[in-house]
């Protein structure tokens, strides 16, 4: 987010952290400056704790819960919120952000394989090491590019204005301008790999 976005108190995407490596992520401190709320997995919690960002909701399996109550009963209060099975996940994250009036959630992994369960939102950013995966159930993707920049598309579009097809999924922006892609159905664009 730039400094011009109007952004209230409460519009804030919640901020998911899967795992250690991206509780170390460089993107995450900018969005964290607009106070989001901070869900975790357990394996994310001590570098997160290290980095002293402050975790709102952990998501965890309920034979835990008691254990991290008495983690974090000394620190500050945490939401804790029991999940038998990983693949749980996206319906416990989608009754989070319908609590907190969201339609969107950033997500922070290090695993590729995240984005198979992240997929089941209906509007997620996930950033995984230095890639920003932007999901589309259905839609179009419009961007400001510079020349030389690239993103690819993972998953069905239609057909796409700027830019140069490389290969079959990768668009390379061929003048500074918009790049433009139309009828994405269940795929992922991926901006900043190398």
């Given at each position: ?43 994310a919690v001590p570098a997160i704790l290290l980095q002293q960002i402050k975790i709102d909701i952990l998501l965890c399996s309920p034979d835990d819960l008691?254990r991290w109550k008495q983690v974090f009963r000394e620190r500050y209060p945490v939401t804790l919120i029991g999940m038998s099975a990983g693949d749980q ?106």
């Amino acid at each position: 987010m730039s400094s011009h976005h109007v952004i209230r108190e409460g519009q804030e995407p919640p901020v998911l952290i899967m795992d250690a490596v991206a509780a170390e992520n460089p993107l995450l401190p900018d969005l964290l400056e607009w106070s989001p709320v901070i869900i975790a997995l357990p394996d994310a919690v001590p570098a997160i704790l290290l980095q002293q960002i402050k975790i709102d909701i952990l998501l965890c399996s309920p034979d835990d819960l008691s254990r991290w109550k008495q983690v974090f009963r000394e620190r500050y209060p945490v939401t804790l919120i029991g999940m038998s099975a990983g693949d749980q996940l996206p319906g416990v994250l989608m009754g989070i952000l319908e609590k907190y009036n969201s339609g969107i959630i950033y997500a922070f992994t290090d695993s590729q394989e995240n984005t198979a369960l992240l997929s089941k939102l209906e509007k997620v950013v996930c950033f995984i090491r230095d890639q920003r995966w932007s999901w589309f159930r259905q839609g179009n993707f419009r961007k400001w590019m510079r020349k030389g920049d690239e993103l690819e598309i993972v998953g069905e579009y239609g057909d796409f204005e700027g830019g140069e097809l490389i290969g079959s999924n990768r668009i390379r922006q061929t003048e500074d301008g918009i790049i433009f892609i139309k009828q994405l159905k269940n795929a992922w664009i991926l901006e900043g790999f190398t």
